[in-house]
């Protein structure tokens, strides 16, 4: 079993909570899992004090493997000048000095792919052709055991709920590419409540052999959850197993400053008989 801690959208910065940043290092601890997904928004405003903050809390974090992408909010927003020219100067300097990425653990090789998107996009994200090949050559090249696994900020599907929360452009062909290339699992943040879904929702045709999960995260320790997780912080829990991939969502209880048990969802893996586990999400509490 390969167990994956995704936490999202930490925005380092005037919406970082502090004590809920504490209890998701707390948590990540206890977890001890195989790999920690950090998929976007590390900072507010991508200042250097933020990037500095944040840099902080991933070395804190000791030795477990970590893969971050950066968001739309790890550019800089006001700073014109720095958009327009480097606008991932600081995340290069503090984070990473690449912004897509390959980090391989044992029984999985990840891919982050950076869609923030300064000089085209102000909230939502791009994906570029040449960023898809890069994926799909890196998997071409791994072993057949391993999962493969694309990290992405921004949500290649709409949220499931009241709130109008746009997909990225091109989400259905981005899929399809990412289906061609053998991956069977995405993580993304970016609309701060968290939600699992699978590809026929955007694409019906990948119904039955063909589904890749997406799991997208609320915002693991910033005040700015949204719609079912307004106020709230939460992040995923995922076990890759011989069949299924299970997420746990695990939500901040502000009374004990914990994260806790809300909800899972099991899926069966791509390729595996949809028969032998079907889709559910149990509410513990
Ligand atoms: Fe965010």
């Known amino acids: 079993m390969l167990t994956i801690l995704q936490g999202s959208d930490l925005h380092f910065g005037s919406a970082y909570d502090p004590e809920a940043g504490e209890a998701f290092r707390r948590a990540i601890e206890e977890s001890a899992p195989d790999l920690v997904v950090i998929t976007g928004d590390l900072t ?22 970590i893969v971050v992408t950066p968001g739309n909010h790890d550019v800089p927003l006001y700073r014109a000048f720095e958009r327009l ?15 897509d990425t390959v980090t391989r653990v044992p029984g999985a090789v990840v891919v982050a792919l950076s869609t923030a998107a300064p000089h085209r996009a ?9 960023q898809l090949e890069f994926a799909a050559r ?13 990290v992405a900020h921004h949500p290649l599907v709409a ?75 939460s992040f995923h829990l995922l076990m890759i197993e011989e069949d299924t991939i299970k997420v746990e969502h695990k939500l901040l209880n ?32």
């Open 44 to 65: 507010q405003r991508a200042k250097v004090r933020e990037y500095r903050e944040a840099q902080g809390f991933l070395g804190s974090l000791g030795d477990i493997p």
């Open 85 to 99: 020219l480097a606008p991932f100067g600081n995340y290069r300097r503090y984070i990473s000095p690449d912004l």
């Open 122 to 130: 102000i909230v939502n994200g791009r994906l570029q052709p040449r």
């Open 138 to 150: 890196i998997f071409q090249e791994s072993h057949a055991h391993e999962v493969r696994i694309v």
């Open 159 to 233: 949220a499931p709920d009241s709130e109008p929360a746009e997909p990225m452009p091109d989400a259905a062909r981005i899929l399809d590419a990412i289906r061609d290339m053998g991956a069977e699992l995405v993580m993304g943040g970016h609309f701060h409540r968290g939600f699992v879904l699978r590809s026929s929702a955007v694409c019906p045709a990948h119904e039955g052999a063909d589904e890749v999960v997406l799991a997208y995260s609320g915002t693991a320790t910033s005040t700015r959850g949204r719609v079912s997780e307004v106020s709230k912080n």
């Open 254 to 285: 502000r009374d004990s400053m914990t994260f806790e048990f809300l909800c899972e969802t099991i899926l069966p893996r791509r390729g595996r008989p949809s028969g032998a586990v079907s889709s559910s999400s149990v509410l513990r509490r």
